[in-house]
């Protein structure tokens, strides 16, 4: 149980373009959503936290008109990657959390963005 | 500002116990210690967590000192498919998960 699926799994598109990335739990319903960004040797790194029917929650330094966010059910969350460039080049990784009670989260199998 | 310490890396012979380190001196009384590890290319998998006492289960076992400021993982039984990066993180039970630079272990056949 509690499987996080993530699609496409890699993904290249040209610059300027925009990118949509999808993730869905499986087989129950995820409250909150998650999603980081993972730059090659570094550690994970929180963008935002969405929660279904609301608006993300931004981490610092991350723009939220570039990076849109949108969980508009409870097993489907989207990160839209607006007029993508090169350095948004990352490995993105989504992870849900049953409910708002329980400790640990799921994470998705990751989506590889090359921006040419 | 990085909650948890942990080594860089350390490695373990296949099918010997594998014992990761972490120090979280910092924590606070309603923060759990939470570990995950992220096998390469792939997302990072929860493996256990704790918030005082001991805990065990199919995948490892949690050994948290009395004064909770550091912990140990165990793999009981490493295998090759055991190599991978494992983060310890300490948070609130709602909070979000803050990643360190984690413990590379290899396991070795």
């Known amino acids: 149980g509690a499987v996080v699926s993530q699609h496409p799994s890699w993904v290249i598109c040209k610059s300027g373009t925009s990118v949509k990335i999808e993730c869905r739990s499986l087989d129950f319903q995820a409250t909150t959503m998650f999603w980081y960004r993972q730059f090659p040797k570094q550690s994970l790194m929180l963008m935002a936290t969405?929660?279904?029917?609301?608006?993300?929650?931004?981490e610092q330094g991350v723009e939220k008109d570039k990076f849109l966010i949108n969980h508009a059910s409870l097993t489907l969350s989207t990160l839209t990657v607006t007029s993508a460039h090169p350095e948004d080049s990352s490995f993105y990784i989504c992870s849900a959390r049953v409910t708002a009670t329980t400790y640990e989260q799921y994470f998705g199998p990751g989506t590889r963005l090359t921006v040419t | 500002d990085a909650k948890t310490t942990q080594p860089t890396s350390m490695d373990c012979a296949e099918g010997r116990a594998a014992n990761l380190p972490c120090n979280h001196s910092t924590i606070s009384g309603n923060e759990y210690v939470y570990w995950y590890r992220q096998i390469h290319s792939q997302g990072p998998q929860y493996i256990i967590h704790g918030l005082k006492n001991n805990e065990t289960n199919e995948m490892a076992s949690l050994i948290i000192t009395e004064d909770r400021k550091s912990s140990t993982l165990i793999l009981p039984h490493a295998t090759l498919r055991d190599t991978a990066v494992y983060y310890c993180i300490v948070g609130g039970a709602n909070s979000k998960l803050t990643f360190g630079k984690g413990i590379t272990l290899s396991v070795r056949p």
């Open positions: 969405s929660n279904e029917g609301s608006k993300a929650t931004y």
